[in-house]
């Protein structure tokens, strides 16, 4: 799989540590920034990650803030992008097999490492059902 990541500086001080889990699970992941703790504005990030996912077709992406709320709410205004805000295995298990959601965003002020890693772990080897999960996910664009 390949994964973009992007991060405030709510999410800064986890970011390498995440990168290290998902390479070491054997994927791909490139990283949007921030390159630093100094203060910055999450939507900047959400958008520059929402924008990269479009128009790389099939990868996903993973936005990590304070609580990872407004990271979501940022990503969610891509016409194209499912942003799940997920705090454990199950969430991001079903965020992946009922929503197809393309985004993972957490919080770094939620969520620890070893917890980060099993919202890794669960998303990467879940796959979106279809079926009546599919005539829903078309349901949710406007
Ligand atoms: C930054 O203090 C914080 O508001 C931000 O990282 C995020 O949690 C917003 O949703």
Redesign the pocket.
């Known amino acids: 799989m390949k994964f973009y990541i992007a991060t405030?500086h709510?999410?800064f001080a986890i970011k390498e540590d995440v990168k290290e889990i998902v390479k070491n699970m054997g994927h791909e992941i490139i990283d949007l920034g921030t390159n630093s703790p100094d203060r910055v504005d999450?939507p900047d990030f959400a958008h520059k990650l929402s924008e990269k996912v479009l128009e790389d077709s099939g990868s996903f992406g993973i936005l990590i803030?304070?609580?990872g709320?407004?990271?979501s709410l940022a990503a969610n205004k891509h016409k194209g992008i499912r942003a799940a805000l997920c705090h454990d295995a199950y969430t991001a298990e079903m965020a992946r097999k009922h929503n197809d959601a393309n985004v993972l965003c957490f919080?770094q002020r939620v969520v620890g490492l070893g917890v980060a890693e099993s919202i890794i772990k669960a998303w990467c080897e879940s796959e979106f059902e279809g079926g009546r999960h599919a005539t829903r996910v078309e349901k949710i664009e406007l």
């Open positions: 405030d709510a999410g999450y803030c304070g609580t709320i407004g990271m919080g």
